[in-house]
Nanobody, 127 residues
Framework: QVQLVESGGGLVQPDGSLRLSCRASGFTLDDLAIAWFRQAPGKEREGVSC???????YHADSVKGRFTISRDNTKNTVFLQMNSLKPEDTAVYYCTAPSTPVAACADLFGHRYLEVWGQGTLVEVSS
């Protein structure tokens, strides 16, 4: 089996925090860039964060300073630490991995290669 499984979502109050996890099974993430996307109701999917194989990270302006992506290759897992959450962060969050190790974060955000997607985890920010 080749799959990504997201976890850690849930209901949280504004200004709260959540830590999402993306664990791979059936393949290894250490040679792949990994990205987090989100899709809110009625909105298009947007890339929010990405981590390169060397640990370099990128974040969308809308989440910069609040979200932090990281990876633990020993656990075959990528994390998304989300702080200072806002109602507009409400969305289903997905992690994605490329089908080839030549893909970088720019390629993931541009969907230039076939990708593996997780099932998503819902984050709802509401009081």
């Amino acid at each position: 089996q080749v799959q990504l499984v997201e976890s850690g979502g849930g209901l949280v109050q504004p200004d709260g925090s959540l830590r999402l996890s993306c664990r791979a099974s059936g393949f290894t993430l250490d040679d792949l860039a990994i990205a987090w996307f989100r899709q809110a109701p009625g909105k298009e999917r947007e890339g929010v964060s990405c981590v390169e194989t060397d640990g370099r990270t990128y974040h969308a302006d809308s989440v910069k300073g609040r979200f932090t992506i990281s990876r633990d290759n020993t656990k075959n897992t990528v994390f998304l630490q989300m702080n200072s959450l806002k109602p507009e962060d409400t969305a289903v969050y997905y992690c994605t991995a490329p089908s080839t190790p030549v893909a970088a974060c720019a390629d993931l955000f541009g969907h230039r290669y076939l990708e593996v997607w997780g099932q998503g985890t819902l984050v709802e920010v509401s009081s």
